[in-house]
């Protein structure tokens, strides 16, 4: 009797300790994970039309679309800094130099590779564009270049389209225009 | 009554109890190397994905940061994989019909996205997040390895417990300046004890190894 109940008393401790993952992959989900309850396969659901998202309302339509009245507007929505220069570099770095090379000329490595050669930032025509034109291109694309609006947030784009009109000036820059402790060092250089 | 067992027994019996606790070590310390070894962990194993992607064409071919896929990975825990839009933003022109490329112009056609294959994946009730990591400058590479050189994505940390604490308990050697978290080629021995000192200073990173920090 005793080593029955002996018996049983590992048998149902065996039991217990048997692979259970529930703590493992608990009922919710994790970003981007599948689910069958919807027959899309997404356990994350498209934004219900005519919604705004937290975070997402947007009331100035110079910050938001890049125009004033329904023109590009030729203005920053927010002060010029340093840092948001630095930042409109490293985000232009990241998300546009594959294509159109760190000096934005369309020479890129994935121009090389077959990609079709976007224009130079540095001809006539896009010198003269406002500064809210590089800011629609990339939240709603251009041609063979898709936008980027989910990928930088509105900030970054304005840091961004600031950045590019500073590498078009950088350009054609005299070099009387260089602050005069940086100009020895230029020509130096020379 | 006569004896059941001769003396001698006296020494057998003493040497299977010895050998019982030595078995029982050596089952235990089997089990526990299966567990870390690659055929448990999935360490250094390339995953078979749907479109064979290669990060080492990618990043180091084409010079790619993180970031254009990964573009979460600063400010959120987790990294985020690209949309089928990102790939096709160069793939709508740069080998365009290749045969291999099939089921990510099918992804955009049917609108489903592409099911890659999880390499990394904690448990549910382990948590984790990048952005903490990327601002008190753990670099990319110091957890999922050179990335840059692998032309299909594998492991090489365990992700267990004891490895997130063994760099938790002395986090100081794993530190690298914030412009080189992205860095695939940085090397930790450019920095001396002093400067990664000054390292734990300036990002103020502390030792945390409460259970309460990756179990909540």
Redesign the interface.
Known sequence: MKALRRLCLAATLLAASACRQD????P?F???E?SSFFA???SARHQVEGTIARGELQLDPHLATGRIDGAFANSLPMPLTRELLERGRERF???CS?CHDRAGYGEG??VR????QPPSFHIERLQQVPLGYFFDVMTRGFG???DVA???PVADRWAIAAYVRTLQLSQHATLAEVAPESRSKLEDQR | MAQIFHPSFNTISKVSIFGAIFFLGAVIYGWDTLLRSPYATQVNVAREQPVPFSHKHHVAGLGIDCRFCHSTVEESAFAGIPATKTCMGCHATVWKDAEILEPVRASLRDDRPIEWTRVHDLPDFAYFDHSVHVAKGVGCSTCHGRVDQMPLMWRVNTLNMDWCLSCHRDPAPNLRPRDSIFDMRWDPDTLDANQRAQLMMDYHVESMTDCSVCHR
């Open positions: 703590m493992h992959d608990q919710r994790e970003a981007l599948g899309d396969g997404l770095d990241i998300f594959a490595m994935v590779r077959g990609m079709k063979a270049m898709i989910d990928r930088v």
